[in-house]
């Protein structure tokens, strides 16, 4: 499952990061790393972006970002 269909207040772990170049390093350097544990925190009124919490910190991702990071649920 990608970050964008996970559940609210929902715990997962991140299993993979996709992307190509530049896109790839983005997420990793803003610590989507795999098995690092977020949860979907809020999601915009129209449902695009997501704000996700990680590693202590709120992340705020458009959905087309987030359909690049595969998480299983705990």
Same mark, same amino acid.
């Not at 609210?8 to 098995?35: E, S, Y």
């Given at each position: 499952?990608?970050?964008?269909?996970?559940?609210?207040?929902?715990?997962?772990?991140?299993?993979?990061?996709?992307?190509?170049? *530049?896109?790839?390093? #983005? =997420?990793?350097?803003?610590? @989507?790393?795999? /098995?690092? %544990?977020?949860?979907?925190?809020?999601? &915009?009124?129209?449902?695009? *972006?997501?704000?996700? #919490? =990680?590693?202590?910190?709120? @992340?705020?991702? /458009?959905? %087309?970002?987030?359909?690049?990071?595969? &998480?299983?649920?705990?």
């Amino acid at each position: 499952m990608t970050l964008d269909k996970l559940p609210l207040q929902t715990p997962a772990v991140i299993t993979k990061v996709g992307g190509q170049g *530049p896109l790839r390093l #983005r =997420l990793l350097d803003m610590g @989507l790393i795999p /098995r690092t %544990e977020v949860v979907v925190h809020k999601i &915009a009124p129209m449902g695009d *972006p997501i704000e996700i #919490r =990680l590693r202590g910190y709120s @992340l705020t991702l /458009r959905l %087309e970002d987030a359909r690049n990071v595969e &998480a299983q649920l705990l």
